[in-house]
Structure formats: C-alpha cells, structure tokens
C-alpha cells in the first residue's frame, strides 16, 4: 500500500488573525517547564515521544511554526506511537440532541469498529457546521468500517494529526499565569467546537 498522501499543512488553514495572533499564549507556553509544556501537549496528542519532541523544541517564533512542527512530529509517529496516542482518546458522544437513532446506530458502528481495529475511532470534524457533524460521524465511520487494518491506521493517524493541530490552536492561547489549573478547567469546560470532537468506543 503506498503512503497516504500529506495534506496541506494545517497552519494553511487557518485565517491570518488566528496565525499571527495568540496573544500573549504562546510566549506562555514557550516559558513553560518541560513538565507542563508536555503534560499540555499529551492533552492534544496523547504520545509522549510527540509532546517531549515539541516541548524540547521550543521557543517557536509564531503559531505557524508550533503547528508546523506538530505537523512533522505526527508524521514520524511510529506504529508503536500511533497505537499509544490512540489509546488515549477518550469516548465521546453526541450532541444530547442528536436523534436517538443516531446515537443507537453509532453505538453500534463504535462496537464493530473496535473488535475490527482493536483502537479508539478519531475523526476531526473541523470546519463543519454543527448540524452537519451527526451526518459526518456517521458516514465516516461507515465508509472507514470497510478499511483494512493497514488503510485504517493511516486514516486514523491522519485524523489524530488533524486534531492535534486544532488542539493545540484551542489550548495554547489559553496558556497564563493559572496553569496548570487554568488548563484543566479548559479542559473540564464541554467541548463547543468541532475541532476538539473525538470517537472512542463505546464502553
């Protein structure tokens, strides 16, 4: 099977004012400890190996070139990597406000999906409308149940690698004077955007 192709650096995506304008969050994160800078980074991918390589290569001079590097560092994830980033993912649900049978057909997709690939299924949803993202899921995990094993794990980190990125335009700008606190309470608040959306299995 040849290698899945790259996609247009995630950088690229997003609008000047987001690139160039974190605040004071990425001076922030810059400064951080190592210990902090990582335990921020493994909350966007869970991949230690990932989060020392970023946090070992800091000061970075703008956003662009943050998401640059987690771009390349998702890239050189080795299968042991993956699988251990994966493993992190944390179940997630629909919107309450989904049709049931939406959430009795995905809860059905979820089961087959992880006795098929034995991981959590990770799906960016990034740029959708929220009415559109009940659709999407679906659809995905439909289309990505018909994957090989080997087809599944290049989707699956190209996914992961799409998260990452947004991630981390979610949580570095938040970076202040309350981390590691003022982290944890971001990532206690419920998630709003699609970027932040994930699929594991369900229990």
Known sequence: MRPAPRSPPLSSHLPAQVRGAWGPGLTRFNALSAETAQD????????????HRLAAHRPYPDPGALLAAAEEASYDLSPADLAEALAAEDPAELDPRAPYAAHLALRAALAEYERRFGHAFVVCLAGLA???????VLSAIQSRLANSAEEERAVA?????????ERLSELVPL????????????????????ELVRFAPAG
């Open 40 to 51: 921020l980074l493994l909350h966007c991918c869970g991949n230690r190996r990932w989060a």
């Open 130 to 136: 929220p009415q559109d993202r009940t659709d999407a």
């Open 157 to 165: 980190a190209d996914e992961l690698r799409r998260l990452a990125g």
């Open 175 to 194: 970076c202040g004077p309350a981390l590691p606190g003022g982290l944890a309470q971001a990532l206690d608040e419920p998630a709003d955007t699609p």
